[in-house]
């Protein structure tokens, strides 16, 4: 059946609803009954986010000044792995075997191993802020920080394939000589990576336990001020 999901944001709180219809309701059962049963073969609901139970450690990474937040318990793997790739398979033919080939070369310029290097070192944990707030109050415009067990690989296998992708657009703006304004993936010293597209869009970088990405460059950077040295941060040191 269809899925409808709606997002509501107000001044003192995101709201998200779901609404999942079925053709035939009668199917949706469950017949365990007893605590820590195994659901797998069942209907069942899975609570993500509980306030009451939100880890410490990731807790501590959220600024003060934040003034929402969420950890979400998710199969951050699953879903950094599969996302793009529905995102890809929903648009047209030739815009898959695009994205697909482009793909293929990057990993093959770059030579990571893209499941042992990056996604097997995704955690389960998402920490969502609101923090810096945007000056124009767009929505959304939050910071993300994805959990992480292990920094050098990862680090190392984004800087490669950013690398890389930032010479593919290069190229490709050269071949296509467009007057449009060019998409660029920009590196500075500081390890932070971001997008530019006449005016500069989201900015990632990876430190110590996290991926953290952010809607500006300096609003990656204002939110690292307070992730880089809290307690958790100075802990992994």
């Known amino acids: 059946g269809r899925t409808i999901v709606k997002v509501l944001a107000g001044p003192q709180a995101i709201v998200f609803g779901v609404r999942c219809d079925d053709p035939d309701a009668k199917r949706i059962v469950a017949f365990s009954k007893g605590r820590d049963a195994e659901l797998a073969e069942e209907d069942h609901l899975v609570k993500y986010s509980n306030p009451a139970a939100f880890p410490a450690r990731h807790r501590r990474i959220v600024p003060d000044e934040a003034a929402h937040y969420a950890v979400i318990h998710v199969p951050v793997r699953w879903l950094v792995d599969n996302l793009p790739r ?137 939110a690292l001020k307070h992730i880089e040295t809290s307690p958790e941060s100075n802990e992994r040191q």
Do not use: C
């Open 86 to 222: 529905a995102w890809v398979a929903a648009g047209s033919e030739s815009r898959v075997q695009t994205w697909s080939r482009v793909w293929r070369r990057l990993e093959e310029e770059t030579g990571i191993d893209t499941d042992g290097q990056l996604f097997s070192h995704l955690g389960e944990h998402i920490v969502i802020f609101d923090y810096p707030p945007h000056p124009l109050r767009v929505p959304f415009a939050w910071t993300v920080a994805f959990e992480i067990d292990d920094r050098e690989p990862v680090e190392v296998a984004l800087n490669a394939i950013l690398s890389a992708w930032s010479r593919y657009l290069d190229e490709r703006a050269m071949r296509q000589e467009s007057s449009l304004v060019r998409v660029k993936v920009r590196h500075d010293r500081d390890g932070v990576w971001y997008l530019q597209a006449g005016i500069l869009g989201p900015a990632l970088k990876v430190v110590d336990g996290y991926v953290v990405v952010s809607w500006s460059p300096q609003a990656l950077r204002d």
